[in-house]
């Protein structure tokens, strides 16, 4: 199950960070995401590592913690998507699918020309359509 | 690469993995030493380590090497056994009590800095007591049964020169069962190489007696035996400048100078003593012992042939006990023989045979499944890697799997765990792979909040010192640190972890998580009684909007208490509870401009200069005046400020928001003002001048209070509570009482009456500039919040009543205008502008009192005098009468008409003009402007169509359509008037439809408001018709005239309309008794012009007989022509016939007409049968006759007409 998803701008400032727990854990999760920002940094600064695949996105595994499993993703705009799970047997392709998906509705929520670049997002319509993300991405995953 | 000697790892290697020696002493010996303060290991401990030590060592090789670090481990008998673990618990906390009260001044100072971190070196960014605490930890586990490195390797028998039969003491120390577990259980071989030394206390008498025993031992123990003299200092005590012992930390070590009765001779004694013990005697028996080991272990183990051997052994043992420790070695067994060698060799440095003898054995513990001692042998294999600088790889993995084999095997080994993951961080850092250390430290972590709080805050500092620096998760770790550290009661570290994650997240947008930081260290001072530090941080958290209801009024009320618990009244500048919204500042002030109400105040003063235009004497020379007058007054600088009267209130609109959800209790909001009153004999320079200052000190707060009559100012106080969101727009007011400087600084407020919060304005240019944005507009002057306190000059209040809020269209009403003067001085010259003279007029001063609307019926006898002049309504200015002066209690009374012109919203704009009495005052005059608003809905939509009445020459028919747009009200159609003489009206009818005939009269060369009235409506309700030609109406019709004499010009003959109705009585509401009201609606201009100019009229017998038998029949006609229009045309009137009846005589006729002319044509038709005949056959053609400059662009210059129908009936006479 994804417990949280977050979009982090290119200074690292969060633009938008959503929990999907019942539990009273965000802090912890945005505590995980901001953490999570260093091995993002970390992958971006060393183009050594990530040679062959110079332009994909997908960052891969983060960070595994104790509970969850932190993926990323970086798109040309140098704009981070976090993701955490708390499956720890996750497809790599489900996730990149998941990403897929995510950024698209990105691209679509800071198209409309109302909205401020580098300012947090609030659009309702993305919140709606990451949640439908979200949920789908734990159906596949139990398929 | 640097030496791994060298490293931190490696110098903690080489100072605890060294030879044990046990000492035995007997309590005389520990008596003598005392004496310095010092026990007896702790006296030899110094010279225990040697740095030159230079022996030549030669192990299982041939090849000897030389050894130049070395050191020996002194421990009392008592103390070789594994460390109580609740003792050693509490040793560790005290370290770290002690660490968190040495940092409490760092608490108190300011936050670190994020790039001071980065920018100094490892050992500064380290506490210094990670060290010690680290090493007090490996401490713990020591003596552990399954490490060799541990045991004695020798063995120390003191006994002292005063002891009683000192040989059998000798031989009593060792054989009590005092003697370490290790020893008695067979852990370790308990022949150990032992050491006698006799001690011999100077003090206590000559050495004769010493040496005699020395001999005595050596006859009896053999050449083992040594003399130690101490204490010969004669004198008392001697002071020591290189104290030995200063640099060992015992942390049992009284810190006064101590009572030291050794002398260098003793050191140098002690020195040789220690020396001549490791290079003679532990050094060759370690030797000796690892070669005798060797050739054991070469026998029976190594050799294919021993393996094989070995492993089948092995194999065969399936019945082996899988208890966590396995099975239990004894000294004898070739495996603990093996570690031995081992451990002797790692200890003589001897790497690669420590590192061949540690691989043999684990594999063997492996299939012995005896995992810890597995583990301690793949630890020591790890060290043994790093030390000889050999395969990294090979030394990480044997580390971490020492580490997972502890973990796994039990938690007794957690302690183990924990000392082999401290040397693997050691090692990781020795390489400089912080990263990796930092995961080390995680993995370090227990259940044990406390010891988990330091490693990760270790962890942190590895992320912090790897490179690059990873920030976010140095931030994190500390934080989990402090969290633990909390935990377990470590208050003060956990500030100071938390202190340090701030660095990390001060300046982001992180906000849940700075939130959190923050108030947690605010909770944590609070603990510690540090209220205003708590405060300071707690304040950072108070405008957290983004967090819950709940959230906030946690923050709130934790912020409340601290504040509380502070005891005094906490003044905070920039607040962030409420948000000022800076940009919302307005000013509003009077100078020679006052304001009936604030919401004249707020209208855009280029309004109120384009009408007070003409009306003011000359703006610019009366400004100059009064600044030459202020010249006098005040100092040159302060010319650029505004002007404010003493006595008159200044007043802000600062908008105040609500960040949060919660409700705010705000109270005693007020400005922050400075007035430096300028005294009057001071008015010359302005040098010295008296300053109150009125700021958030709270000093001047209570002088305020106290003498707040005798202040210089006074402020207004507003209390209020702001729900959650909300934003007021708050009015605040300063009322200077003297003549001054006046700066307002900023704004105050109390915050759930106890908190006081100030915001001062900032006056640097860029937000000047927002201000003025808004403000220029309204102020050209206004360029800062500095006034120029002018003496008090009367000013006029004025308030009309009783305006309407909304009426409906033609609504006519009679109104008063008071004007108030609250000064004794008088004022004079009163001038009054309107800027809609179509709604608003005034009135006579005699109709005050008139009653409406009676005031305005016809009387009888009709007075000309009466009549509105006509010429002084087209601009608005109104004069009042000379003699008009206002001044003192009685106000003046001015009757003012108002009517509800057009539909729409209207903003009335009304300024009065005044002079001071008083010709000294610094303001010569000054304005009042009133400002109203009101809403005119539409009523009855009149309209009128005027065509001319083709039986008759100049009448018209006029038709009059009214529609009520209103949905609720009834009104009664009361009377229609036509305006002038020129016209008359009267009904076609005595139906709804009303006809008019009109007789055009001489023009007359004045035009004068008298007309003729209809009286209309039902006949029971007949009043007496009103007066059109009398002020108010005439007034009204006039403005309409000129007004809608724009939209309709150029028409010859126009007629004016006035329609007046009343509301009928409201039958759902009779009681409401409601002032008679009149609606009056006009047309003006109507046109009685049809498209041609010209208009005629054919004359003549409509019904004849005639004899046709005789004849034809002739009959004469007449055409009347009129020419309507102003110029000067020629008419053409061809005549054209067509059966069954003949124009006869001329056909076509030509004629000439003067403007405003009639002519007559005689016309002739014939007729031959009887029957009726349409005459209208016949076309008039007309040509304008445009004169030399008089273009009529809105009419054609030529055209044709039609002739009317005329019938012609002719009956057959007898």
Redesign the interface.
């Known amino acids: 199950m994804i417990v949280c998803v977050a979009v982090v701008g290119h200074q690292n400032n969060p633009l938008y960070i959503q929990s999907f727990t019942d539990a009273d854990d965000s802090l912890k999760l945005r505590h995980i995401v901001h953490c999570s920002l260093d091995v993002v940094d970390e992958r971006v600064n060393n183009p050594k590592k990530s040679g062959p695949t110079l332009n994909e996105t997908f960052l891969g595994l983060l960070y595994p913690t104790e509970n969850y499993k932190v993926y990323g993703y970086l798109t040309n705009t140098k704009v981070k998507f976090i993701l955490v799970t708390t499956d720890l047997d996750v497809k790599d392709a489900d996730v990149r699918n998941f990403f897929r998906r995510f950024h698209a509705a990105y691209v679509d929520a800071i198209s409309n020309p109302f909205h401020e670049p580098g300012k947090k997002i609030t659009s309702k319509t993305f919140a709606e359509r990451v949640s439908t993300i979200v949920k789908s991405f734990g159906m596949s995953s139990t398929r | 690469m640097v030496d791994p000697a060298n490293t931190p790892l490696g110098r903690m290697l080489l100072e605890e993995i060294t030879p044990v020696v046990m000492v035995l002493r007997t309590p005389l010996v520990e008596e003598a030493c005392l004496k310095n303060g010092l026990t007896l290991v702790q006296m030899l401990k110094p010279f225990c380590v040697f740095n030159n030590i230079d022996v030549p060592v030669r192990t299982a090789s041939d090849q000897p090497y030389r050894l130049q670090k070395f050191g020996l481990r002194l421990f009392y008998e008592l103390d070789i056994r594994q460390p109580n673990l609740e003792v050693a618990k509490e040793r560790l906390k005290q370290v770290i009590n002690q660490a968190a009260d040495k940092d409490l001044s760092e608490l108190c100072s300011d936050l670190p800095q994020i790039d001071n971190a980065l920018s100094i070196s490892e050992s500064e960014v380290l506490p210094s007591w990670f060290q010690f605490f680290n090493k007090e930890l490996v401490h713990s586990v020591s003596f552990s049964d399954h490490e060799a490195f541990d045991h004695p390797v020798a063995c120390l028998v003191v006994v002292s020169s005063k002891d009683d039969q000192p040989i059998n003491r000798f031989v009593d120390l060792f054989n009590t069962k005092k003697l370490p577990s290790l020893l008695t259980n067979g852990a370790m071989d308990p022949k150990i190489l032992k050491h006698y030394l006799l001690v011999h206390d100077k003090q206590d008498g000559p050495l004769e007696k010493a040496t005699k025993i020395l001999t005595e031992m050596r006859s009896t123990f053999g050449s083992d035996c040594q003399l130690l003299c101490i204490n010969s200092s004669q004198d008392g005590v001697v002071e020591h400048q290189d104290y030995p012992w200063v640099l060992y930390k015992f942390e049992d070590l009284p810190s006064q100078p101590l009572r030291c009765f050794l002398n260098v001779e003793d050191f140098n004694e002690i020195k040789d003593l220690m020396q001549d013990l490791s290079t003679k005697h532990i050094i060759p028996y370690m030797e000796q012992k690892i070669r005798l080991l060797n050739q054991q272990v070469a026998a029976t183990r190594k050799g294919f042939r021993n393996q094989i051997k070995n492993l089948w052994w092995r194999k065969g043992k399936d019945d082996v006990v899988d208890s966590p420790s396995g099975p239990t070695y004894t000294f004898n067994s070739i495996e603990s023989q093996i570690r031995v060698l081992g451990d002797y060799a790692f200890m003589l440095r001897d790497y690669e045979l420590a590192l061949s003898n540690y691989r043999l054995i684990s594999t063997d513990y492996k299939l012995d499944k005896a995992w810890k001692r597995y583990a301690g042998v793949q630890e020591m294999m790890g060290l043994a890697y790093f030390m000889s600088d050999q395969s990294r790889k090979d030394a990480e993995y044997c580390m971490e799997n020492a580490f997972t084999t502890y973990l796994k095997v039990a938690p007794s080994s957690q302690q183990n765990a924990t000392r082999c993951g401290l040397w693997w961080v050691e090692m990781l850092k020795a390489r400089h792979q912080y990263k990796e250390a930092a995961t080390v430290y995680f993995r370090v972590c227990t259940e044990e909040p406390l010891y988990s709080a330091v490693m990760l805050e270790q962890a942190s500092y590895c992320?912090l010192l790897s490179r690059?620096p990873?920030?976010?998760?140095y931030?994190?770790h500390l934080?989990l640190s402090g969290d633990r550290y909390k935990k377990s009661d470590q208050v003060k570290h956990a500030i100071r972890t938390y202190r340090g994650a701030m660095s990390v997240y001060t300046g982001?947008?992180?906000s849940?998580?700075k939130d959190?930081v923050h108030f947690h260290i605010g909770q944590w001072y609070a603990l510690l009684g540090l209220y205003d530090l708590a405060a300071n941080h707690v304040m950072e958290v108070l405008a957290c909007g983004h967090q819950s209801k709940k959230t906030q009024e946690l923050f709130l009320r934790d912020f409340l208490q601290i504040v509380q618990k502070t005891g005094k009244t906490f003044e905070v500048s920039e607040l962030q509870l409420p948000e000022i919204n800076i940009s919302s500042l307005r000013v509003i002030f009077e100078d020679h401009r006052t304001y009936a109400s604030s919401a004249a105040a707020s209208v855009k003063e280029r309004i109120w200069v384009s009408l007070e235009e003409e009306m003011i004497p000359n703006l610019s020379t009366a400004r100059t005046n009064w600044l030459e007058l202020q010249s006098k007054l005040i100092p040159k600088k302060y010319k650029e400020s505004n002007v404010c009267v003493a006595g008159e209130a200044v007043r802000v609109d600062i908008e105040l928001k609500n960040p949060l959800q919660i409700p705010l209790p705000l109270s005693s909001v007020s400005l922050l003002c400075e007035l430096s009153a300028v005294s009057d004999e001071m008015k010359s320079d302005a040098s010295s001048s008296l300053v109150e200052i009125q700021d958030g000190e709270s000093t001047s707060l209570i002088h305020r209070d106290v003498n707040f009559e005798s202040s210089l100012f006074s402020l207004s106080d507003v209390d209020f509570s702001l729900a959650g969101g909300e934003k007021i727009v708050v009015q605040l007011t300063v009322t200077p009482r003297v003549e001054g400087i006046l700066q307002i600084v900023g704004v105050k407020w109390k915050l759930s009456g106890s908190v006081v919060g100030f915001h001062k304005f900032d006056t640097n240019p860029m937000k000047k500039i927002s201000r003025n944005r808004i403000q220029k507009a309204k102020h050209p002057h206004c360029d800062n919040l500095k006034f120029v306190v002018v003496k008090s000059v009367p000013k006029l209040e004025g308030v009309i009543h009783p305006l309407p809020k909304r009426a409906y269209t033609g609504d006519l009403r009679h109104l008063v205008l008071e004007l108030k003067n609250k000064s004794e001085f008088a004022v004079k010259n009163l001038k009054m502008k309107i800027s809609h003279p179509r709604f608003l007029n005034l009135g006579k001063r005699e109709s005050l009192n008139l009653e409406f609307p009676a005031c305005l019926e016809k009387k009888s006898s009709d007075q000309s005098a009466e009549h509105a002049n006509l010429n002084d309504v087209s601009h608005a200015l109104f004069l009042f009468p000379e003699d008009t002066i206002i001044h003192g209690e009685t106000p003046l009374l001015w009757p003012l008409w108002f009517r509800a012109a057009v539909p729409g919203n209207i903003s009335l704009y009304i300024t009065i003009y005044y002079e001071m009495s008083d010709i000294s005052s610094t303001m010569r005059f000054r304005t009042l402007r009133m400002h109203y608003n009101l809403q005119v809905l539409p009523s009855l939509d009149v309209s009128f169509l005027i065509s001319p009445c083709p039986s008759r020459l100049q009448e018209f028919l006029v038709r009059m359509d009214v529609v009520n747009k209103t949905s609720s009200e009834s009104f009664q159609i009361h009377q229609l008037s036509s305006v002038g003489n020129q016209w008359e009206i009267s009904l076609l009818q005595p139906l709804i439809r009303g006809k008019s005939s009109t007789s055009e009269d001489e023009k007359s060369s004045h035009p004068r408001l008298q007309g003729t009235h209809l009286r209309l409506g039902t006949q029971g309700n007949n009043g007496p018709c009103f007066d059109i030609a009398s002020s108010p109406l005439a007034d009204f019709h006039l403005s309409e005239r000129l007004y809608q004499e724009v939209l309709n010009k150029g028409d010859t003959n126009p007629v004016d309309f006035i329609l007046i109705s009343r509301p009928l009585k409201n039958d759902i509401n009779p009681e409401v008794s409601e002032p008679p009201r009149l609606f009056s609606h006009h047309a003006c201009h109507c046109s009685t012009a049809t498209t041609s100019p010209i208009s005629w009229l054919v004359d003549g017998p409509r019904t004849l007989y005639h004899n046709f038998s005789a004849s034809f029949c002739e009959i004469n006609l007449s055409m009347t022509i009129c020419n309507t229009s102003h110029h000067v045309d020629y008419k053409s009137i061809p005549v054209e016939s067509v059966s069954p009846f003949i124009w006869s005589g001329s056909s076509s006729t030509r004629v000439h007409l003067d403007p405003m002319s009639r002519t007559e044509i005689p016309l002739q038709v014939c007729v031959f049968s009887p029957g009726t005949y349409d005459l209208s056959s016949y076309v008039l053609h007309w040509n304008l006759l445009l004169s030399n400059d008089q273009e009529n662009r809105d009419r054609s210059s030529s055209g044709t007409c039609q002739g009317y129908p005329y019938y012609l009936t002719v009956l057959q006479s007898d």
Not at chain 2, 470 to 473: D, F, G
């Open positions: 992320y690059p990873m920030l976010h998760k931030g994190f934080v982001t947008t992180w849940h998580i959190h």
